[in-house]
């Protein structure tokens, strides 16, 4: 599972699935450090393996005045700060060849974007630091097409590779999870849901992505059913006003009853 690999991360006997869960950019210190030690309260209580998530940069926007970052390095300290405070790992999403190893020395798993999962010189760059690297399936690629991806890192003299499945694209607007292929790609390496990007709304004509909030808990409940060995789940404290994916991130007020369901199904999945 690699997860015993990973610094700081805890409870990873329990038989439980883990979390990559946190805003979906990092907008300041303050913001990141409250969500943090929310999100670390509760996944301690359920006993839930916990990675912080935040975007340092946000490179892939509709449009060129949207949210982008408050700077690279002031972002990427933020999150060595959350990690310190809390004694939690994180993972940072990297988009360049020469950001794979700047990140690397603030963060304990790097994340290749579904855009730019098929970038090999960005997925060796990634595995060469020796970190994991989750990578997440493009919304036009099948889950068979991903086991290219795992030994591209695996030819970089790795084996700490993920699959996050972020969705299919459906027609032009809509995304869905097609759960046939969760089976798949565990063939291949761990595979984590992401459940909110999987219900994003993208190339909406405003030129900011929609979303369904509302079937958060829906897709999440079918991701545990179907054995997938992580979840990944944005939120926020306002996402009406966060600076990026405000439209499909989960409420931070709502994540505690959502994980304890998730809890008890995967219990109850464990004694079958």
């Given at each position: 599972m690699i997860l015993s690999e990973i610094p700081n991360i805890k409870y990873t006997n329990e038989n439980n699935f883990f979390l990559l869960s946190g805003p979906c950019a990092i907008e300041g210190e303050e913001m990141a450090l409250r969500i943090a030690e929310k999100v670390v309260t509760i996944t301690d209580k359920l006993k839930i393996p916990y990675i912080f998530k935040g975007s340092f940069k946000k490179a892939n926007r509709s449009r060129i005045d949207s949210f982008t970052g408050i700077g690279d390095e002031k972002a990427l300290k933020i999150l060595r700060k959350v990690s310190e405070t809390f004694g939690v790992p994180t993972v940072t999403d990297i988009h360049e060849i020469s950001d794979a190893q700047k990140a690397a020395e603030y963060v304990d798993v790097l994340q290749i974007p579904a855009f730019?999962?098929?970038?090999?010189?960005?997925?060796?760059?990634?595995?060469?630091?020796?970190?994991?690297?989750?990578?997440?399936?493009?919304?036009?690629?099948?889950?068979a097409a991903m086991k290219h991806a795992v030994q591209k890192v695996k030819d970089a003299g790795s084996n700490k590779a993920w699959i996050t499945d972020r969705g299919t694209m459906f027609g032009y607007q809509d995304m869905i999870v097609d759960f046939r292929g969760i089976p798949e790609m565990r063939?291949?390496?761990?595979?984590?849901?992401?459940?909110?990007?999987?219900?994003?709304?993208?190339?909406?004509?405003?030129?900011?992505?929609?979303?369904?909030?509302?079937?958060?808990?829906t897709i999440a409940r079918a991701g545990i059913v179907n054995n997938v060995d992580g979840l990944f789940i944005e939120t926020h404290f306002d996402p009406a006003n966060a600076k990026s994916d405000g439209a499909n991130m989960l409420h931070l007020d709502n994540l505690e009853s959502l994980l304890s369901n998730l809890v008890a199904i995967r219990k109850t999945i464990n004694n079958f």
């Open positions: 730019l999962v098929r970038q090999t010189d960005l997925v060796v760059a990634a595995a060469e630091t020796g970190k994991v690297v989750n990578l997440k399936k493009g919304q036009f690629m099948s889950p063939a291949f390496a761990p595979t984590i849901l992401d459940v909110t990007h999987s219900l994003q709304q993208p190339n909406q004509v405003a030129g900011v992505t929609g979303g369904r909030p509302d079937m958060i808990e």
